[in-house]
C-alpha cells in the first residue's frame, strides 16, 4: 500500500522559516517526480513546487521563488520543501504528492498518490 506523510508543519510568525517532509512508502518513488501543493480555505488546491525523478530540475509557482527550495533524498523515499521569509498567505494545508512520470510538472491531474497534509499557519 502506497503512503505519503508529511510533516514540518506548524505555527510561525511572518518572516519565519519551515521545513516540510514527506516519507513514501509502499513502492520506491526515485523515478518519479514529485511535487508540493497547498490549499487554503475556501480556496482551490494549488501548485507550489514539483523535482524531478533525480532533482535535476525543480519548478516553481511566481509566488514562492526565491523563498521556497524544493529537495528530495532518493535514498529515503523522501521529498523536502524548505520554505523561508513566510508570508500570511503562505497559510494553507500542504500536500505533496507523485507524479506520473519523471518529470516535473504544475499539473494537479498529473499527481497519481498524495498524503493527507500538514497545516502551515502563518501569523502575521
Known amino acids: 500500500q502506497v503512503q505519503l506523510v508529511e510533516s514540518g508543519g506548524g505555527l510561525v510568525q511572518a518572516g519565519g522559516s519551515l521545513r516540510l517532509s514527506c516519507a513514501g512508502s509502499?513502492?520506491?518513488?526515485?523515478?518519479?517526480?514529485m511535487g508540493w501543493f497547498r490549499q487554503a480555505p475556501g480556496k482551490e488546491r494549488e501548485f507550489v513546487a514539483a523535482i524531478s525523478w533525480n532533482g535535476g530540475g525543480t519548478y516553481y509557482t511566481d509566488s514562492v521563488k526565491g523563498r521556497f527550495t524544493i529537495s528530495r533524498d532518493n535514498a529515503k523515499n523522501t521529498v523536502y520543501l524548505q520554505m523561508n521569509s513566510l508570508k500570511p498567505d503562505d497559510t494553507a494545508v500542504y500536500y505533496c504528492?507523485?507524479?506520473?512520470?519523471?518529470?516535473?510538472?504544475?499539473?494537479?491531474?498529473?499527481?497519481?498518490?498524495w498524503g493527507h497534509g500538514t497545516q502551515v499557519t502563518v501569523s502575521s
Open positions: 504528492a507523485v507524479a506520473r512520470g519523471p518529470y516535473h510538472t504544475p499539473q494537479l491531474g498529473q499527481y497519481d498518490y
Open positions: 509502499g513502492r520506491t518513488f526515485s523515478t518519479y517526480a
